[in-house]
């Protein structure tokens, strides 16, 4: 009888020690999901592996829609059509650079225009480091006060440095950077970058004149 009542007790603990077991919660544990697919997603999200295509560049040697002009003889113009789609063309070597100084024409004339937009995208893309006026001062090179600033590389004046280059070899320069200038093919579009050669040419005095100048003689005209 005693046997029997160990074995009887026995059952009884293990029946309990089972069940603390099976029963036990962490308290931590949110406890179970009775619809999984509800509290983890199975649709596509951003930066996460489950999302293929979030991130994706975009297809090599393809144009983004509207990108080009809508100036049907600037779509016509091989250096229009080549620029937009550069880096398919032109490789980032000095060959490639003198090869598009030779067979790349800016579709833009100095302009006023032209040169107002040059200005606008140059101001915040070029002047931090080349300067206002192209002299290799801007603010990363020497601060409002005189003294050297943050960045070592100063720019050379552009009146020095663009008189023997051609366009295209200047538009190469923008768009792949040259020394320790980055590139500015992925936040500067092709039709400003040309505008942009425009620009800097004129603050160099390459344009024959100039645009600027008559603009600003047209200014002071009006003040008197």
């Known amino acids: 009888m005693e046997s029997q009542n160990k074995k009887f007790y026995l059952k009884i603990g293990v029946a309990v020690l089972v069940a603390a077991f099976l029963l036990y919660k962490n308290p931590k544990s949110p406890g179970s999901i009775y619809a999984p697919d509800m509290a983890f997603s199975r649709a596509y999200e951003t930066y996460t592996d489950n999302n293929p295509r979030g991130t994706m560049l975009p297809v090599a040697n393809t144009i983004s829609r509207h990108a080009l002009p809508s100036d049907e003889l600037y779509q016509k113009e091989k250096s229009v059509i080549y620029s937009y789609n550069y880096t398919r063309f032109y490789q980032n070597n000095d060959t490639d650079k003198a090869k598009a100084g030779a067979e790349l024409k800016n579709p833009y004339e100095p302009s006023?225009?032209?040169?107002?937009?040059?200005?606008?995208?140059?101001?915040?893309?070029?002047?931090?480091?080349?300067?206002?006026?192209?002299?290799?001062?801007g603010k990363l090179i020497i601060r409002e006060d005189g003294s050297e600033g943050a960045y070592k590389a100063i720019p050379p004046a552009y009146a020095d440095r663009l008189a023997p280059m051609k366009d295209g070899e200047i538009f190469h320069?923008?768009?792949?950077?040259?020394?320790?200038?980055?590139?500015?093919?992925?936040?500067?579009?092709?039709?400003?970058r040309w505008k942009v050669v425009c620009y800097i040419k004129e603050l160099a005095g390459l344009n024959g004149g100039g645009a600027l100048a008559s603009a600003a003689l047209a200014v002071d005209s009006t003040k008197k």
Do not use: F, W
């Open 112 to 137: 006023e225009a032209v040169l107002a937009r040059g200005k606008v995208v140059y101001d915040k893309q070029c002047a931090i480091c080349h300067g206002e006026k192209g002299l290799g001062n």
């Open 173 to 192: 320069s923008i768009t792949y950077g040259k020394n320790l200038m980055g590139p500015h093919k992925s936040h500067v579009k092709a039709d400003d």
